[in-house]
């Protein structure tokens, strides 16, 4: 109790309290994705946004591009780039110089403060087990490390996250067991596996996309989609502490009534509880939203196909993110008005509505089955992707949800200590005249309209970053903190 009392009173502060009212959305396709599909149509599952320190938008696809244009059913992929505007480049197409580039990759890409991207793959041909490289927004890749795959060091089907530097995230099919291992990786690409699941206390299987959360008390908290201490098979909520050691905090049930195979990853609420959707389960076996306190006590919030034809959605295979307006989005793969997947918004109380349901559009026009995350960026507005439709080719889309929701700045990293320089990310930044960490003046640089450079002042404590542009004050969605 005392620890989710002090997650809730860390998350108080977080949340952007006054982000602006939201009104009545507004759907946008940003562009189509069929000129990196695979040239057979059949889909291309595409993966997470995220901004960028440019402005823009980028993203990855499990296959497609022109590396694999004679075979249609390769599964090489792509890292792309789309403009606010729409604008769509191909930085990058995957398996090339005989795949030690790797391919396949069945996650999106995290930013990092030197305004690189990392990700993981699933394929290779070094030690076949799939790779963690960066990226640079030109499209210049490194491989970082490749694994070894199946019975070794696992695949790393998940995104990765960054902490002082080092990354961290979670495989499939690793370790002795071959139920998947979590992993940290220095910026050198030395790696070391933290902990080796054992189907008892979890199970990591291939295509399925998990990631890890870093809560303010420093713990990881993951998923696994499979294997639980009552030996069934629909998945476990665990922490993990930075050196491994790790404890499960709950088991779903073989009754699948609170849902079965968690999604993706966790996302930290306003009340210190952490949120999830599970793909399957409930009990129309269309999967669930839920709660979980960080001493493993479960609600279900939602469970989806409540309502006649599923037109609530179902099957969400993405995790959810937290709004600056308080509230909760997410994607579905099926249901919605038109079965083709749906977006949602909850409550932390549990209030359900359905904000867009995809193929509205002749033609599926505005693309149908989203795979992947919301995100929400710094103009305020929500972006995604899906998986199919958007066109000729069947390549899905990237588009933009309005929710009305006023724009704030993000820094890279979260923390830091007194002195360290840190990114700020932001639109509309030319101009600005001051910045400030919780009321104290900081000395910043502007590196461009969407950047600026500042260093964290003497005397600063946890709390809000504000940043004084001529187009008003803008306020950082979570507060950074001060390490000592």
């Not at 992929?77 to 769509?88: M, N, Q, S």
């Not at 199970?203 to 399925?208: C, D």
């Not at 000395?443 to 970053?465: D, M, Q, R, W, Y």
Request: hydrophobic share 30%; charged share 10%.
């Amino acid at each position: 109790m005392e620890l989710r009392n002090r997650l809730g009173r860390v998350l108080c502060v977080l949340l952007l309290c006054a982000a602006g009212r939201a009104s009545a959305q507004t759907f946008t396709v940003l562009t189509s994705l069929s000129t990196v599909a695979p040239p057979g149509g059949g889909g291309n599952l595409v993966w997470s946004l995220v901004q960028g320190l440019d402005g823009n938008f980028y993203g990855t696809t499990n296959g497609g591009g022109g590396v694999c244009a004679n075979n249609p059913f390769a599964t090489c992929g792509t890292v792309f780039k789309v403009t606010p505007a729409g604008k769509l480049t191909v930085i990058h197409e995957f398996c090339q110089n005989s795949c030690t580039d790797g391919g396949a990759p069945f996650s999106g890409l995290f930013l990092s403060p030197s305004g690189n991207f990392y990700g993981t793959t699933t394929q290779d041909l070094v030690n076949h087990g799939g790779t963690v490289y960066s990226i640079t927004p030109s499209g210049t890749v490194t491989s970082l490390v490749s694994f070894t795959g199946g019975g070794g060091q696992g695949t790393p089907y998940g995104p990765v996250t960054e902490v002082n530097g080092n990354f961290y995230g979670i495989t499939a099919l690793g370790g002795s067991a071959q139920d998947g291992t979590t992993y940290k990786l220095t910026p050198s690409g030395t790696l070391t596996t933290l902990h080796t699941f054992n189907g008892t206390n979890g199970e990591q299987v291939g295509l399925v996309g998990e990631g890890l959360l870093q809560a303010p008390n420093g713990d990881f908290y993951g998923l696994t989609p499979f294997g639980t201490q009552n030996s069934n098979t629909c998945g476990t909520i665990f922490r993990m502490t930075p050196a491994g050691k790790t404890a499960t905090l709950y088991s779903f049930a073989n009754t699948s009534a609170q849902g079965c195979e968690p999604a993706t990853g966790l996302v930290l609420g306003p009340d210190g509880d952490f949120y999830g959707t599970a793909l399957t389960g409930g009990p129309a076996s269309e999967g669930t939203i839920y709660k979980a306190t960080p001493n493993g006590t479960l609600t279900v919030l939602y469970n989806f196909c409540s309502q006649s034809n599923c037109a609530d959605g179902s099957t969400p295979n993405a995790g959810m993110i937290l709004g600056t307006d308080g509230n909760f989005y997410g994607t579905t793969v099926f249901g919605g008005a038109t079965n083709h997947g749906a977006i949602f918004q909850i409550t932390p109380g549990g209030t359900f509505k359905v904000l867009y349901s995809f193929c509205s559009q002749a033609g599926c026009a505005d693309g149908e089955s989203s795979y992947s995350t919301l995100i929400q960026a710094t103009d305020g507005n929500f972006y995604g992707t899906t998986s199919n439709g958007g066109g000729g080719n069947n390549g899905g889309t990237a588009f933009k949800l309005s929710m009305g929701l006023a724009p704030f700045v993000q820094s890279l990293p979260g923390y830091g200590k007194v002195g360290a320089q840190i990114k700020i990310l932001g639109t509309d930044l030319t101009g600005t005249t001051a910045v400030t960490f919780d009321g104290i003046t900081a000395t910043f640089k502007v590196e461009s309209p969407t950047a600026i450079l500042a260093t964290v002042p003497a005397g600063a404590t946890s709390g809000k970053i504000q940043v004084e542009t001529p187009g008003g004050t803008l306020v950082s969605n979570v507060a950074f903190r001060v390490l000592q």
